[in-house]
Nanobody, 120 residues
Framework: VQLQASGGGLVQAGGSLRLSCAAS????????MGWFRQAPGKEREFVAA????????YYADPVKGRFTISRDNAKNTVYLQMNSLKPEDTAVYSC??????????????WGQGTQVTVSS
């Protein structure tokens, strides 16, 4: 599966952005999908995931209550709605087909990242 993320940009603190990740290839609806981010000088970290079988959502603690992951299987697209953005949300956001292992979400197939910058 190939993934293409879009929707990043510059936004003021408190604002919102919606990221999109379009997938090509078969069986998108059977992949667990997720979002990760990497800030300058920091390691990549998990943000959110959605299971294909139940659409159950998982979130990292820093984004709970502010970010929402969703998917449209008919459009082969997964979204990340980001509200109440903070400067510390500034990072390159990447989507991935993911799997769970050892209590962590890991990427199996990766898309390119999209830059999100939140100004204070």
């Amino acid at each position: 599966v190939q993934l293409q993320a879009s929707g990043g940009g510059l936004v003021q603190a408190g604002g919102s952005l919606r990221l999109s990740c379009a997938a090509s290839g078969r069986a998108f609806s059977r992949y667990d999908m997720g979002w990760f981010r990497q800030a300058p000088g920091k390691e990549r970290e998990f943000v959110a995931a959605s299971r294909w079988s139940s659409s159950t959502e998982y979130y990292a603690d820093p984004v709970k209550g502010r970010f929402t992951i969703s998917r449209d299987n008919a459009k082969n697209t997964v979204y990340l709605q980001m509200n109440s953005l903070k400067p510390e949300d500034t990072a390159v956001y990447s989507c991935a087909a993911v799997y769970s292992a050892g209590g962590s979400w890991l990427g199996k197939y990766w898309g390119q990242g999209t830059q999100v910058t939140v100004s204070s």
